[in-house]
């Protein structure tokens, strides 16, 4: 899951990944442009609902060629230094997984098991991907966030949020 | 003294105790999350959204006045303790400020930041309520294709002409574009892109697009990159103050700055980044220490904070009198206007004036708040500082939550916002900027309107663009906007 960052100056030639994002953003283009030829021209009006979407279809697809070309002559992309990051470090993808993988199951028990234990498994993922360890203090706070979470904005702020199976208890 | 009168009138909606009171709330919950590592303005007023759902409108905008200075507010003081910028308008401050404040002149770095935004969001505000007005006027008579002319400058300018890269920048617009194309198309009912999917024919809600590219793509982002050990946070002894001799140091950059980040907010130029670069400049030639700079030097800190608020101020000229947004921040306060069925622009002055000047007269008394918080309250915003990692970030992904799923209390839109979180992490992986994605959300269905009512109006002549003199003429501002910077690069390389 760890690789090397790739440091510009010291690897030449052309960088897959960047190969791959620009040829993903022609397809886009290719794809929205596909789907643009499907939209009606509309009845009596000067310019459709589909003048637009061709217009912005094309554009992309246009400036993901450019991309392409200029990835295939070597060009390729810096990651973006932000807070709290470090760009020597290797780069881990298991951390992002591990939060997607936990945000999906809590959106996907939002419903049935309400908001608090929905976006407790959220925020025990995003904790245990940061690195943090200390199982049952992470349970703990990630408890007590979602529930003043939920009271704040459902009480205090009356938004719906759903109860799940605490229903009678909240 | 049309303007006079209409603040005033202002001052009477925005003083009642309980705008007052959300004034409050609105400013220290602006601070509050702007001081947060990781969350930048724009992020700090999409994640507030939610909370002002309920409020009627004139209190809703009167919390996001508060909310969008404190955000400004909270984003110096983290530049300062903790050398990280949040958005690349702080850059300077996070130079220059962290530097003193590691010389144990952390208050000193915080007072000039606190005072000069005070003095550059006043004069910024004095400005607008002059100026807005006036322009306003004029702006009535724009005809569509002008307006569609003034949307291409704004996407151009923004997107290509400051950026690091003009292609990754056209490219992140375009997306923002395609997103903007979902849902039914308003003239003719023509349902586009949706998939199918009857979610989708609403269109994409523009909160789950910004909170995912920057929320969840920030988080996504930071996860796959840790810096491991503690960032080194300041730590900080009684409130933040001023020497005598601070104060003389600090006068002049704090005039300056704002003069040079105002008309840089107004225009469509990309946001605070360029004209806080340029105050440190012309500090560093105006000292007379220049060997100061870079090891801490107080108009270091003065001018560019000051540059950056006043900026933020002259953004709302564009946005309340043309609809325009210019920054990241501006878009989302403009969708956030557009919950609300209002649509910014020089009519929103005549329907709803007591709004807007309610507003306006708000930012006034927002900025008194924030001086009186911040400068003793500093020390409480730097504890928040040291909230660990692993935590902070876990908590940002609940807010971004609660903040989509109040949308439509719908689970489907949880799942949009994981799919733009990984864009949003593709996007800072392989540098693209994400503003342009932002703007091209927000006005790219407004741009589509006027292109089409252009072309009704002149029986589908294309000509209409070149025709009129305002809108040539913008066009041609279009064209520069792309051509010029190529050539001097091309330019430099040969002469290099």
Same mark, same amino acid.
């Given at each position: 899951m760890t690789q090397p960052p790739p440091t510009p100056s010291a690897r030449p030639g052309i960088s897959i990944p960047d190969l791959l994002v620009a040829l993903a953003l022609t397809a886009l283009g290719v794809a929205l442009f596909i789907g643009s030829r499907e939209i009606p021209f509309g009845i009596n009006a000067v310019v459709g609902p589909r003048v637009f979407p061709l217009i912005v279809s094309v554009g992309l697809t246009a400036l993901g060629v450019l991309l392409t070309v200029s990835v295939l002559r070597g060009d390729r992309a810096e990651p973006a230094a932000?807070?709290?990051t470090d760009l020597n470090a290797p780069v881990n993808l298991g951390a992002p997984a591990i939060i997607l993988g936990g945000f999906v199951l809590g959106a %996907?028990?939002?419903?049935?098991? *309400? @908001?608090?234990? *929905?976006?407790?498994?959220?925020? @025990?993922?995003?904790?245990? %991907?940061? *690195?943090?360890?200390?199982? *049952?203090?992470?349970?703990?706070?990630?408890? %007590?966030?979602?529930?003043?979470?939920?009271? %704040?904005?459902?009480?205090?702020?009356?938004?719906?949020?759903?109860p799940g199976f605490l229903k009678g208890i909240l | 003294?049309?303007?006079?009168?209409?603040?005033?009138?202002?001052?009477?909606?925005?003083?009642?105790?309980?705008?007052?009171?959300?004034?409050?709330i609105g400013v220290t919950l602006g601070t509050l999350v702007g001081v947060l590592p990781g969350i930048g303005p724009a992020l700090t007023v999409a994640l507030l959204l939610p909370v002002t759902a309920k409020l009627p409108p004139v209190s809703a905008f009167i919390m996001f006045a508060g909310i969008?200075?404190?955000?400004?507010?909270?984003?110096?003081?983290? $530049?300062?303790?903790?050398?990280?910028?949040?958005?690349?308008?702080?850059?300077?401050?996070?130079?220059?400020?962290? #530097?003193?404040? +590691? #010389?144990?002149?952390?208050?000193?770095?915080?007072?000039?930041?606190? &005072?000069? $935004?005070?003095?550059?969001?006043? &004069?910024?505000?004095?400005?607008?309520t002059f100026a807005a007005p006036a322009i306003a006027d004029i702006a009535v008579q724009i005809t569509p294709s002008a307006k569609f002319a003034l949307i291409m400058l704004a996407f151009v300018t923004i997107s290509a002409t400051f950026g690091g890269s003009p292609l990754r920048g056209l490219l992140s617009l375009f997306v923002g574009l395609a997103i903007g194309l979902v849902g039914t198309d308003l003239? $003719?009912?023509?349902?586009?892109?949706?998939?199918?999917?009857?979610?989708?024919?609403?269109? &994409?809600?523009f909160i789950t697009v910004v909170i995912g590219l920057f929320a969840i793509g920030e988080t996504l982002y930071v996860a796959s990159r840790l810096r491991k050990g503690k960032g080194s946070v &300041? #730590?900080?002894?009684?409130?933040?103050?001023?020497? #005598?001799?601070?104060? +003389?140091?600090?006068?002049?950059?704090?005039l300056r700055g704002t003069a040079l980040g105002f008309p840089f907010g107004a225009i469509p130029a990309g946001g605070a980044e360029i004209p806080t670069f340029l105050s440190y400049t012309l500090e560093k030639r105006l000292s007379k220490h220049p060997e100061e700079f870079g090891q801490g030097a107080i108009e270091g800190v003065a001018g560019p904070e000051a540059a950056n608020n006043a900026s933020a101020a002259g953004v709302l000229v564009p946005l309340l009198t043309l609809g325009l947004p210019t920054s990241a921040t501006a878009a989302i306060l403009l969708a956030a206007f557009q919950q609300y069925g209002l649509q910014p622009g020089p009519l929103l002055f005549l329907t709803n004036?007591?709004? =807007?000047?309610?507003?306006?007269? $708000?930012?006034?008394?927002?900025? =008194?708040?924030?001086?009186?918080?911040?400068?003793?309250?500093?020390p409480v915003w730097a504890r928040l500082l040291l909230i660990p990692r692993p935590f902070l970030y876990a908590g940002i992904l609940v807010f971004s939550t609660v903040g989509v799923y109040s949308l439509n209390n719908s689970v489907f839109d949880l799942g949009l916002l994981a799919l733009f979180g990984v864009i949003g992490y593709g996007m800072r992986r392989f540098d693209f900027p994400v503003t342009p994605a932002i703007i091209g959300v927000v006005l790219g269905p407004t741009a589509e309107a006027q292109f089409r009512t252009a072309l009704q109006q002149s029986n589908g002549d294309f000509s209409i663009f070149v025709r009129q003199p305002f809108t040539a003429f913008l066009m041609l501002c279009v064209l520069a906007a792309l051509v010029v910077p190529? =050539?001097?690069?091309?330019?430099?390389? +040969?002469?290099?």
């Open positions: 932000e807070e709290d %996907a028990v939002l419903t049935w098991a *309400g @908001f608090v234990i *929905g976006t407790a498994i959220m925020y @025990f993922s995003v904790a245990w %991907a940061f *690195g943090e360890r200390r199982v *049952g203090l992470m349970a703990g706070v990630a408890l %007590a966030v979602a529930l003043v979470t939920y009271v %704040a904005f459902t009480r205090g702020l009356g938004l719906s949020l759903p | 003294m049309d303007a006079l009168t209409s603040l005033f009138a202002g001052f009477e909606t925005a003083l009642t105790p309980l705008n007052l009171l959300w004034a409050l969008y200075y404190g955000g400004m507010f909270g984003g110096s003081t983290t $530049s300062i303790l903790l050398n990280t910028p949040g958005e690349s308008a702080s850059i300077i401050t996070a130079l220059e400020g962290n #530097k003193m404040a +590691r #010389k144990g002149r952390a208050a000193a770095a915080l007072a000039t930041a606190a &005072i000069g $935004s005070f003095i550059a969001g006043t &004069i910024g505000t004095l400005l607008l003239q $003719s009912g023509q349902a586009r892109f949706a998939l199918g999917r009857p979610e989708l024919l609403d269109g &994409i809600d &300041i #730590k900080l002894e009684g409130g933040a103050t001023l020497s #005598k001799q601070d104060w +003389r140091r600090s006068w002049g950059p704090w004036g007591d709004l =807007v000047w309610g507003l306006i007269a $708000s930012l006034y008394i927002g900025n =008194v708040m924030l001086l009186a918080l911040n400068l003793p309250l500093a190529q =050539v001097l690069k091309f330019r430099a390389r +040969r002469a290099a």
